[in-house]
Structure formats: structure tokens, C-alpha cells
């Protein structure tokens, strides 16, 4: 009772964390915050209840009140439309035996006397405290039909009316609630009136922990809750204690490093580590450590870290799990300022190894030394030929430099996506697996990378956030430094880790709770795995566009009908070409398309001249926002003059230029040797050419919606 002393004492009632409040409990509670709760009152006798019903006025509703009954409707204690006296003994009786019958051992505290509330649209306002990111507001069509459709929409609280008014526009329903086909819509101040009081309901009373208004009828000028359901519970909230980040340069750039595992045997991961960080031209100091060995690849070889008689910076430990914290006690005794530990055996194992990796972080906080991982990968910056990581990727001749960071919390998936984007020709400043967190977390790095100069755009591959207060300060700097945050999110179809018993603890599942934050922190979701490197790709070279107006240019009908639909579905706009069509029309044959989308034809394509030309003046249209080219199978030499023309238009011009290619990469060599040369992406089917222009427009509104020019 203690654990929720303020809720319970204004209610004045003997309430446990962990259980469900009354109606009439929760009922009077949202009443002190103005909420529009039907009118009601509690009676402990049929007497009692038949006086309040005439002081309501009949109809009415009898609720059966107990704490035992979670489920009233289903436990039969719930009787609607009672037009009179006589109905209303019977039903006060009938409610009473069905309540025992339910739960013979049921108290029951009284029936509530409830106004029966006139017929209009019916909606769901739900509150969800989820316990990594905290409170989070559910609004969706609500009724009987709540876990069935499932139209709803999320954001994380507190919400402004700009929130709110988002989340109806996402909702199904939306046009029921606009008002359709001569009918009123709902009176959307009664709604933001709600939220904003919901918002201070939370930040007043933070141990709720769910809460149900369904439904919530409203009608011409009024809404009314009929029915809530409030759950209090008292999670201890975690305080953020901000991490010293200023080692964390040795870790990223060492200027001497020490492999505590370096093997002679390439074909273990300690031979493969100090190979690979040899044979990519690291240019610091490098020693490695094995009491077996005289040398490893040229290099002296040590018997102790202790030994080496140079100070060392980066301490990369490759050794069994139970030697890490004697290691690790070295790397204290010889000052080392960070450590990447590529050792498996630790939390990912149970609970042997959890206690484990506690003890190698305690001996790292002795010392002030900053952890990466235990079972990590390890660190790829290819720009500065340092390579402190063992993974498959790095077999490939070809890595390339370029602008994304990227943080992974899947070495595998992380190492298997870095060797394709390399194959793709897409480059990066940084790579990190960064495994257990046991020490540094994503959040860590995305702040590196927000300072990262080389850094354009931050890509995560995520399975969870670990402070996601951190997370939250990291995509806030992100965002004012226009640093786009894009992350793909594993774990969508998981489920929570305990039964529910309310309407929106059932459909507002944790991954619907991470768009939601996504949303409020200004992150891009991505949605497919392929568009991982697609999109960040094209977050290095697009310019962002001013608005949503897309012009379409192909050679092809048929792509003219697919890339509309696309964009239709994107909600992307494909405006009408005003003068720019009459120019354009001296440069395509009379069977093309002028308008928008513009078919320039396979003849345009054979003089590629004239496709600049096109090009060029939707480029120039001031109601064009950025241009999508849909090539098909355009052959060399002309697909090399064609790729000549767009990498100038692209060049010269401000707004972005996403680029499909639909036909094969070996009937134009010049052409797509050219595109990599000068890091423009060509993306090879409608979809993908459509998503990536998608995520530049997304993210150019969410910063125009948090006021960052």
C-alpha cells in the first residue's frame, strides 16, 4: 500500500500495487482531472441504487463492483438500458447471484448507478506503461471490436495536439471521425481536451500502469467514458548517470593497441584479429600478447600485457572467458583507457555468465577503462585503416570508405550486412558490434557519431535499447545536428512478457511501443532489411526535398503506371506538369507522355541528349520537390551517356535524384562502373527506388515538424 501512497490515499481505500481499481474508484480519480466521465454513483443497497437512478434519470446502467471481477460484461454484472424501477430490483438481484457465481469468494463493494449514455461514435483512449520507455498513449476505434480490428494508433506521452491530431490521421477510421458522406464528425477538441488531461493524469500519478477508457461515446457536442479500467502498479525508475565518453577516442582511434589472444594460427580468431588489423595498414603501435610465441606476423610477441614496455591505449582481448578478468586486472594495473571484449561466454549464456561479465565490469570501473561488448565483433573505420575486428566481412578485398556509421547489436547480422553493402559499393566511417552492453551501449556510440565528422548518417541494427533515456538524448543531438538516425528493429512479432488483462495492454504490443518512441525521438523507422543499406546509402549523397511533389520520368508505360501506384501507396504526390509539359513535349515523340509521370519512350532513350533534356526541366519545375528516373534496359554506350547526364543534373542541383535501373548490370558496364565511381546509388526495382525516396521525404517532415531548418 505504501508503493502507492498518493493514488491510494486520495482514493481513500486499501489498494495493493499490482491490482486493478474499481470503476467508481477510477472514475472518481479521472473525475479531479476534468475527464468527461458519465455520470454515476455507487449504491450499496437496491434502495440506495433506485433513489440514484431517479436522480439521474432512466435509462440506466447497473455495474456490479468488485475487485475480484475484472471482466464485468463477462461475469454478467453488467445490465444496460434499465427503463424503470421494476427492471432495476430485478437486474440489482440478478447482477449480485451472477457476481457470486463468478467468484463465490467475490466482496463485493456495491453496483454502480450509471447514466445510460445516448448512441454516437465510439473510441478508445488507453494508457500503456511500458517498462523501458515509460507511459504510452493508445487512441484507436474503440466498442466491442477493440482486439479484433485493432485500429490504433500510439505515441509516447506526454502528447501535444499536434500528437494527437497525428495519431487520428493514422487510424482507419479517420475519415469516420472527419465526417463522411454529409454525416458530423467528431468535435476533435473533445479529444485533445482528454489527452492534454491525460497527460497530466500520468505526470501526477506515475504508477498507473494501465488504464482503459472504453468506450468513449461521442455525440454532437459531447463525449462521454462509460467505462474505465485503471491498473497501478510502482516500477522503480532508473536514473540515468551520463557515461564519460573521453576514452572512448582511444577505443575508436587507437593510437597503440595491444591484442591480449594473438594467435599465429590464422584459422582461430585471435590469428584472424591481429591479421586483419596487420594486413589493412594500421599505422600505431601494435603488440601482441602470447606466452607461447616469440612473434606473431613480424611483431614481438609478449608474454603479459604487463609487459609491454610502451603505454597502451587499446586493449583487444580474444581470450577464454574465465581468463577476462585476469586480463582485465591488467589492463588496470597498466592504465589502458578502453578494451574490446571479443570473448563469448558471458550474460548471452545464463545466469554463470551474467555473474561473470558483472565481475569483468566492476575491475573496468576500478580502472576507468571503457568496455566494448563482451562478445563482440569489434570496430571497423575504414577511412582510417583500422580494423579491430575478426569478422567474415573482412576476407573482402574491397572495403569501402565512406560516410555511414553503423551500430549493431547482431555481430552476425551486422558483419553479414557489411559485407554486402562493401559488394554494393556503399561506404562507411564506422563500424561497431557492440553485443552485450555490458559497458558502452548503442546510445554511447551514436553520440560518437553524432561528433564524427566522417559521419553523415547513423544506422543501427537493433534488438532492444538498453537506457532509453540515453537513446532519447542521442536522437535529440541527432536530430540538431541533422544527423539522420535510421534503425531496423528485430522482434516484431514478440509478444509481452506478461498476460494483460486491459483492451490496450493487449494490442499495443512492445513493438508497437518502439514506433511509437521512434516516433516522438524523430528515428526513421526501416521496415526491411534490404533497405538497411539502400536508404543509408542514399542518406550520404540526396540532397533532402522541400516537400512531397515527385516527378516520375521512365521510359516505359508500364513504369509509368507501377512507380504512381507506388508512390500512391506512399503517399508520396505526383502533381501535374504545367509549363514544364510543353516544353518537354519538343523533346519526346507525340505517342510519349508530357504530364506526370513522364513517359519519354524508348526513341528518347536511343538519343540520350534528349533525355537530359527532360530531365533537366522537371529538375528546374518549382512545384517538383525531387525526381525519380526509371530506367529499364538501356545498353552501353548509350546508358553510359545517360548515367553522364544525370550525375551533372545531380551535381548541379539541390533537390534529390533517386535513380532504378530494372534492366541487367552486364548489358551496361561503362554505365553502372560510372555510377559507383561517383556514389550514386542505382537501385534496381520500382520498390526500392520508391522506399528510398520515401525515408528523404519522411525525414525532411519530422524535421520541419521539430521546427530544425
Known amino acids: 500500500m505504501a508503493e502507492n501512497k498518493t493514488l491510494c490515499a ?28 458519465a455520470r454515476s454513483t455507487i449504491a450499496k443497497s437496491k434502495e440506495q441504487a433506485c433513489q440514484i437512478a431517479t436522480e439521474i434519470g432512466y435509462p440506466i446502467v447497473l455495474k456490479g463492483m468488485s475487485r475480484e471481477i475484472i ?38 463493494a456495491g453496483v454502480l448507478v450509471q447514466e445510460f449514455v445516448p448512441k454516437g461514435m465510439e473510441l478508445i483512449f488507453g494508457i500503456k506503461k511500458d517498462p523501458t520507455f515509460g507511459h ?10 477493440v482486439e479484433i480490428i485493432k485500429d490504433f494508433s500510439m505515441r509516447m506521452m506526454p502528447v501535444s495536439v499536434d500528437d494527437v491530431e497525428e495519431m487520428l490521421k493514422e487510424l482507419k477510421s479517420y475519415q469516420m471521425i472527419e465526417g463522411y458522406r454529409g454525416k458530423k464528425g467528431i468535435n476533435k477538441q473533445l479529444i485533445y481536451t482528454i489527452c492534454l488531461s491525460l497527460n497530466d493524469l500520468i505526470e501526477e500519478h506515475p504508477e498507473i500502469e494501465e488504464l482503459d477508457l472504453n468506450p468513449v461515446i461521442f455525440t454532437d457536442n459531447d463525449a462521454y467514458i462509460c467505462d474505465v479500467r485503471i491498473l497501478i502498479t510502482k516500477h522503480k525508475e532508473k536514473e540515468l548517470v551520463r557515461k564519460d565518453l573521453s576514452h572512448l577516442k582511444q577505443m575508436i582511434n587507437p593510437q597503440s593497441i ?50 609491454v614496455p610502451d603505454e597502451v591505449e587499446l586493449a583487444c582481448i580474444i581470450v577464454a572467458a574465465k581468463h577476462v578478468p585476469d586480463v582485465m586486472e591488467e589492463c588496470v594495473a597498466k592504465g589502458v583507457k578502453a578494451a574490446i571484449i571479443y570473448s563469448s561466454g558471458f550474460a548471452e549464456t545464463g545466469e554463470e555468465g551474467k555473474k561473470l561479465q558483472e565481475q569483468i565490469l566492476a575491475i573496468a570501473k576500478k580502472g576507468n577503462i571503457l568496455v566494448l561488448g563482451p562478445n ?10 583500422i580494423y579491430t575486428a575478426f569478422g567474415a566481412a573482412l576476407e573482402t578485398k574491397v572495403k569501402v570508405p565512406g560516410n555511414i556509421g553503423f551500430v549493431s547489436q547482431s555481430g552476425a547480422m551486422g558483419s553479414a550486412l557489411l559485407s554486402r553493402a562493401w559488394e554494393q559499393g556503399a561506404g562507411f566511417s564506422r563500424w561497431i558490434s557492440v553485443a552485450n552492453e555490458a559497458d558502452l551501449t548503442t546510445s554511447d556510440f551514436m553520440e560518437v557519431l553524432i561528433e564524427d565528422e566522417l559521419t553523415k548518417v547513423i544506422t543501427v541494427f537493433m534488438e532492444g535499447i538498453k537506457n532509453p ?27 509481452g512478457k506478461r498476460a494483460v488483462q486491459s483492451h490496450t495492454g493487449s494490442i499495443a504490443g512492445d513493438d508497437a511501443v518502439y514506433s511509437s518512441v521512434f516516433k516522438k525521438f524523430g528515428v526513421l523507422r526501416i521496415n526491411r532489411i534490404d533497405e538497411i543499406i539502400d536508404v543509408s546509402r542514399a542518406f550520404t549523397v540526396q540532397p533532402l526535398p522541400k516537400g512531397k511533389r515527385i516527378g516520375v520520368i521512365t521510359a516505359s508505360g508500364g513504369a509509368c ?50 533525355f537530359k533534356k527532360v530531365v533537366e526541366n522537371v529538375m528546374k519545375d518549382p512545384n517538383i520537390d525531387g525526381i525519380i528516373v526509371m530506367l529499364t534496359t538501356n545498353a552501353d554506350p548509350g546508358a553510359f551517356i545517360i548515367a553522364q547526364s544525370l550525375i551533372e543534373i545531380f551535381k548541379e542541383n539541390d533537390k534529390p535524384l533517386v535513380i532504378g535501373r530494372l534492366g541487367a548490370d552486364n548489358i551496361a558496364p561503362q554505365a553502372m562502373e560510372l555510377y559507383n565511381k561517383e556514389k550514386l546509388p542505382v537501385y534496381p526495382t520500382p520498390e526500392r527506388v520508391v522506399s528510398v525516396m520515401d525515408y528523404l521525404v519522411k525525414y525532411s517532415e519530422i524535421l520541419k515538424e521539430k521546427g530544425i531548418t
Open 10 to 37: 486520495g482514493l481513500g481505500t486499501d489498494i495493493q500495487s499490482g491490482t486493478f481499481l474499481m470503476e467508481h474508484e477510477g472514475a472518481d480519480l479521472l473525475r479531479k482531472y476534468e475527464l468527461p466521465i
Open 71 to 108: 471482466h464485468k460484461s463477462d461475469a454478467g454484472v453488467v445490465k444496460v438500458n434499465l427503463k424503470n424501477e421494476d427492471e432495476l430490483t430485478s437486474a440489482y438481484d440478478e447482477i449480485v447471484k451472477n457476481a457470486l457465481k463468478n467468484n463465490p469468494g467475490a466482496d463485493i
Open 136 to 145: 504510452q498513449l493508445v487512441i484507436g476505434l474503440g466498442g466491442i471490436f
Open 258 to 307: 595491444a591484442v591480449i589472444g594473438a594467435s599465429t594460427n590464422e584459422k582461430k580468431n585471435g590469428g584472424r584479429l591481429f591479421k586483419y588489423v596487420v594486413e589493412n595498414g594500421y599505422k600505431g603501435k601494435l603488440f601482441p600478447i602470447n606466452p607461447g610465441a616469440k612473434e606473431v606476423k613480424g611483431y614481438k610477441a609478449y608474454p603479459s600485457l604487463l609487459e
Open 376 to 385: 563482440s565483433i569489434g570496430i571497423a573505420s575504414p577511412n582510417n585503416n
Open 469 to 495: 533515456k540515453a537513446f532519447s538524448l542521442a536522437s535529440a543531438r541527432a536530430l540538431k545536428a541533422k544527423k539522420p538516425v535510421l534503425v531496423y528493429k528485430t522482434g516484431r512479432s514478440s509478444i
Open 561 to 610: 503506371s507501377i512507380i504512381a501506384d507506388l508512390c500512391s501507396e506512399k503517399g508520396l504526390e505526383i502533381p501535374e506538369l504545367v509549363d514544364t509539359s510543353e516544353e518537354i513535349k519538343k523533346y519526346i515523340p507525340p505517342f510519349g507522355s508530357a504530364q506526370n509521370p513522364v513517359d519519354v519512350t524508348a526513341e528518347v532513350i536511343a538519343v540520350p541528349e534528349m
